[in-house]
């Protein structure tokens, strides 16, 4: 099965510009998720969704950072405007369902450095 | 949820077991115990996981202490391919979160 989709690979912009990541999760799993990992550190969960509906986005810095599932497949994450402590890689993960034991699939996500 | 503690790096020969130690001594009961391993530039991968009862697959296998407050992840034969950071998660039900430490560093030598 493909796993999860993850695109740019890599993106480099300078402060205060705008970025968006996109996420195609693993085919018929209605749980999704963004992960911000910073260098050295493990990856911190920013928002997960169910199906199009947000279960939790309580560590979304949500003035600079949005996030959609529109249709309820497909996600995109934005920064804007993007601070220099927004460098890291962004994650996107999936699974089949919440609440329901079913692990996370990662996808190699998008490595973000601000100038 | 329940926090972990990994030793912070390890080292493996090629072709011996690798056993990855946790320590998750404030795990609750509806609270599982998850393993993933993140190779460099790439997604954390899954594991194994489990509750109480040991488990295998083809990757790895999870030894889970009576009192539930340990474990043990082991690589039956590591390769250089095995080199990595590994993360153990002890995960809650009712949150859904995985909460990610820092992990152990991996290292298999030829």
């Known amino acids: 099965e493909a796993g999860v989709a993850q695109s740019p690979r890599y993106k480099i912009i300078e402060k205060r510009q705008s970025v968006a990541f996109w996420c195609n999760p693993i085919s018929g799993h209605a749980t999704l998720y963004w992960y911000q990992q910073i260098l050295g550190q493990g990856p911190k969960l920013l928002i997960q969704?169910?199906?199009?509906?947000?279960?939790?986005d309580s560590q979304l810095p949500k003035d600079r950072f949005s996030a959609e599932r529109l249709k309820g497949v497909d996600s995109t994450l934005k920064i804007q405007p993007a601070k220099l402590e927004d460098s890291a890689v962004y994650l996107c993960?999936?699974?089949?369902?919440?609440?329901?034991?079913?692990?996370?699939?990662f996808g190699d996500g998008t490595r973000l450095s601000i100038l | 949820d329940a926090k972990t503690t990994q030793p912070p790096s390890m080292d493996c020969a090629e072709g011996r077991a690798a056993n990855l130690p946790c320590n998750h001594s404030?795990?609750?009961?509806?609270?599982?115990v998850y393993w993933y391993r993140q190779i460099h530039s790439q997604g954390p991968q899954y594991i194994i996981h489990g509750l109480k009862n040991n488990e295998t697959n083809e990757m790895a296998s999870l030894i889970i202490t009576e009192d539930r407050k340990s474990s043990t992840l082991i690589l039956p034969h590591a390769t250089l391919r095995d080199t990595a950071v590994y993360y153990c998660i002890v995960r809650s039900y009712n949150t859904d979160k995985l909460i990610f430490g820092t992990g152990t560093r991996l290292q298999v030598f030829p």
């Open positions: 993960a999936s699974s089949l369902a919440a609440y329901s034991n079913q692990p996370q699939h």
């Open positions: 404030t795990i609750s009961g509806n609270e599982y």
């Open positions: 969704f169910q199906n199009n509906g947000v279960v939790d």
